[in-house]
């Protein structure tokens, strides 16, 4: 019963001459994924995590202590500034990204980025009733052109170019189109790669599942690897029109708290059946404190109820730490760091260090983290590019902002860019979302979505026609979106004693019945 990836598991029995568990988790390697990672990454609609984690990939040097990032530097870190703002392709944090790479790029990194933004932007991968093979391998040959500029003899690099070619070649083997299951079934084979999946082949003795309730009705011991809580929440993905139609029709819609309970009572059944449970859970996994399953909580409180010994006895012969014998325990080598040569910056305290203008968002950090303000900002010292894709409520988010900005942007020029009253329909807000989905919430695009993608739609049109709806009622009129502004902090004090300048942007102006000007935080 494997609660995360065995592959620490796997490796202690292959070197003891046992058969391997073989659950894989999602991402072997960088270098063994790539593949895999570019095609979804290349496919619309966008897989926004797969791409950033393309723009992650790095590939060995000559020598085994340099690595450099398979795309253009410069590239990766915009791109991934990009994303953290805007999680999908092509939109304006997108558009500047690649600007901003190409003015300060070589010739052969600015050929490098147009094609890249070429290929993910306007020549996708799309799969319509199949995917076109000369197009994926277009696609493919780029990536092994990428690759064959790190190739050295028999590197890695050189056999993942060779890799590539292979796919390239079987692709285009098999007829004009090939469906999106055969493609990845090709990968597969060739790369040895794919996402969270048991190996059957592994051990002809010994049966391998990921949760407890698929257990069944065997009575076989169980070794249950890392059982930690994974703190997995379910959203009610049902539109309220349809929880409505549901219970007028006299469904019984199930409670959250009513299917936890049923799942755990599940798990519990069938890890009760088996008699013997070996659970194998460190202090810490990941670098954090592990959180023991619930499933597993329960079953330790069975075992006083059970035991004709005492409690503290049993505790001591079934939850002591682990000890292996002298001819099994196993220390790894001693491992050599290459630590690079230190950098030391001497700055003078001065005037020059102080700002004449600070937008809100600078004066908070300045407040609580003043030295990472001043890294930042005055020294121009700023951590490397950074994954942090928005997603869920952060997501959502950005693109309802994206969406009442752009609607009222439109009433305004329609108006002259006077004041003006706002009036939605639904079909014009769920129009305008439906176009940004792409640049703002590429992942609610992807396959399996749809039910997420709808509940969302349905919440976001909701929001802003009732936004607007209780403006209008109101008397209210907006007058900007994202509106800048900048004021002088009395009693501050910025460069050459001057007071200091707050500047920023307000999500929504909007003048009141009585004249009165109101801001709106969105």
């Not at 011991?221 to 379910?234: I, K």
């Not at 004449?356 to 020294?379: A, F, G």
């Not at 700023?382 to 994954?387: F, I, K, Y």
């Not at 939605?424 to 176009?435: G, I, S």
Request: proline share 6%.
């Amino acid at each position: 019963l494997a609660g995360r990836s065995t592959q620490l598991l796997d490796r202690e029995l292959l070197r003891l001459g046992g058969t391997p568990v073989g659950v894989r988790a999602r991402g072997v390697s960088p270098l063994a994924q790539v593949i895999p990672v570019f095609l979804r990454a290349i496919t619309a609609p966008h897989d926004v995590s797969a791409l950033a984690d393309l723009l992650n990939v790095t590939v060995p040097g000559i020598d085994e202590h340099s690595t450099f990032p398979l795309l253009p530097g410069a590239l990766r870190r915009t791109l991934i500034d990009a994303l953290n703002q805007e999680p999908g392709v092509g939109g304006p944090a997108w558009t500047t990204a690649v600007n901003t790479t190409l003015d300060g790029a070589g010739p052969e990194d600015a050929q490098s980025v147009r094609e890249f933004d070429e290929l993910i932007r306007l020549t996708p991968l799309t799969d319509d009733d199949g995917l076109d093979t000369s197009l994926v391998a277009a696609h493919l040959d780029w990536l092994g052109r990428q690759f064959q500029r790190f190739s050295r003899e028999d590197n890695e690099p050189a056999r993942v170019t060779a890799l590539i070619s292979t796919v390239s070649t079987l692709v285009t083997g098999l007829g004009a189109r090939i469906s999106a299951h055969e493609l990845d079934q090709v990968v597969s084979e060739v790369t040895g790669t794919g996402g969270l999946r048991v190996h059957a082949e592994a051990s002809a003795t010994r049966d391998t599942v990921t949760s407890p309730g698929q257990l069944g009705t065997g009575t076989a011991p169980v070794v249950w690897w890392l059982p930690t809580d994974e703190h997995r929440s379910v959203r009610d993905l049902l539109r309220p029109a349809e929880s409505a139609w549901l219970e007028n029709a006299g469904v019984a819609l199930p409670d959250p708290e009513m299917l936890a309970r049923l799942t755990l009572r599940s798990e519990l059944r069938a890890l009760r059946r088996r008699g013997r449970v070996t659970a194998v859970l460190p202090a810490r996994v990941d670098g954090e404190r592990a959180a023991e399953h619930a499933a597993l909580t329960f079953l330790i409180n069975d075992l006083p109820r059970k035991a004709d010994t005492t409690f503290d006895d049993l505790q001591k012969s079934t939850r002591e730490d682990a000890t292996l014998p002298d001819d099994r325990a196993h220390v790894p080598d001693t491992l050599e760091f290459c630590i690079p040569d230190p950098v030391s910056r001497t700055v003078t305290g001065g005037e020059h260090l102080i700002p004449t203008r600070i937008s809100y968002s600078q004066w908070e950090k300045l407040l609580v983290h003043p030295l990472e303000w001043l890294l930042d900002r005055r020294l121009g010292i700023r951590a490397g590019g950074l994954v942090d894709v928005p997603t869920g409520n952060r997501m959502v988010g950005t693109w309802l902002h994206a969406t009442v900005e752009n609607i009222v942007n439109r009433r305004l020029d329609e108006n002259g860019g006077d004041p003006v009253t706002v009036y939605v329909t639904e079909q014009e807000v769920t129009e305008e979302l439906e176009a940004l989905l792409p640049v703002y919430a590429s992942e609610l695009a992807l396959p399996g979505r749809s039910r997420d993608r709808g509940a969302t739609i349905a919440l976001a049109v909701r929001s802003i026609t009732g936004l607007f709806t209780a403006l209008e009622d109101a008397g209210i009129r907006v007058r900007a979106v994202e509106a800048e502004f900048e004021t002088t902090l009395t009693g501050s004090h910025g460069r050459d004693g001057e007071p200091l300048v707050l500047g920023g942007f307000r999500d929504m102006d909007v003048i009141m019945a009585d004249g009165t000007d109101g801001v709106i935080d969105l």
